[in-house]
C-alpha cells in the first residue's frame, strides 16, 4: 500500500515562500516519477511539478517556471516542494503524487492546503 503524506503548507502573504515535503511509504523505484499537483476553489485539477527518480529529471507548470524548485531525498524517500514568490493565484490545495509519467499518477496523498493572501 503506498500513502503518501504532505506537510508544510499553510498561510503566506504575496512574495513570501514555503516549503512543502512529501513523505513516502513504500519502496520507491527508479520507474516511478513523483510530483505534485493543485486544486485551487472552483478550479480543474493542475499539474505543478515532477521529478523523475532514475535521472532527477524536472518538469514543471508554465505557471510556476523560475519561482518553485522540486527536489529529492533519496534516504528519506522524500519529495520536496520549495515555493518562492508566491502569488494569490497559488492558493489551492498542493497533493503529492507518485506515477510513472511526468504528468499524471496513480497515487496522490490527502494533500496540504497553501493560502496566499495578497
Known amino acids: 500500500q503506498v500513502q503518501l503524506v504532505e506537510s508544510g503548507g499553510g498561510l503566506v502573504q504575496a512574495g513570501g515562500s514555503l516549503r512543502l515535503s512529501c513523505a513516502a511509504s513504500?519502496?520507491?523505484?527508479?520507474?516511478?516519477?513523483m510530483g505534485w499537483f493543485r486544486q485551487g476553489s472552483g478550479k480543474e485539477r493542475e499539474f505543478v511539478a515532477s521529478?523523475?527518480?532514475?535521472?532527477?529529471?524536472?518538469y514543471y507548470a508554465n505557471s510556476v517556471k523560475g519561482r518553485f524548485i522540486i527536489s529529492r531525498d533519496n534516504a528519506k524517500n522524500t519529495v520536496y516542494l520549495q515555493m518562492n514568490n508566491l502569488r494569490p493565484e497559488d492558493t489551492a490545495l498542493y497533493y503529492c503524487?507518485?506515477?510513472?509519467?511526468?504528468?499524471?499518477?496513480?497515487?496522490r496523498g490527502q494533500g496540504t492546503q497553501v493560502t496566499v493572501s495578497p
Open positions: 503524487t507518485r506515477g510513472t509519467g511526468p504528468w499524471e499518477y496513480n497515487y
Open positions: 521529478i523523475r527518480w532514475n535521472d532527477d529529471r524536472k
Open positions: 513504500g519502496r520507491t523505484y527508479s520507474s516511478h516519477v
